[in-house]
């Protein structure tokens, strides 16, 4: 089993910045891809960044040159370091993580954390 508990959310302003940790615990070994998930309210969940063991990383258009992802294996922590915020950034932040090399296949995910940015 793996557990996967995500921090670092909170309030900000237009053009700040936050930074995600997802800590990790369980069967790490099994796990290849791990990614960050958002939802808004009203909307559907997105797959916002990802990665995997391969090297391979993911990002969503509209975060593409603000948001970095990274993966500290030794700690086992994913985060998401999150530049120039926009209020459309703001949404519930989901950790996730899977046994396969595909950053689209998660068998496992976080519980959230809520991100605001006030214009």
């Known amino acids: 089993q793996v557990h996967l508990l995500e921090s670092g959310g909170g309030s900000a302003q237009a053009g700040g910045s936050l930074r995600l940790s997802c800590a990790t615990s369980g069967s790490m070994l099994r796990i290849d891809a791990m990614g960050w998930y958002r939802q808004a309210s009203g909307n559907e969940r997105e797959l916002v960044a990802a990665t995997n063991r391969g090297g391979y990383t993911y990002y969503a258009d509209s975060v593409k040159g603000r948001f970095t992802i990274s993966r500290e294996n030794v700690k086992n922590t994913l985060y998401l370091q999150m530049n120039n915020l926009k209020p459309e950034d703001t949404a519930m932040y989901y950790c996730?993580?899977?046994?396969?090399?595909?950053?689209?296949?998660?068998?496992?995910w976080g519980q959230g954390t809520q991100v605001t940015v006030s214009s």
């Open positions: 996730a993580a899977g046994v396969t090399r595909s950053v689209w296949d998660n068998d496992y």
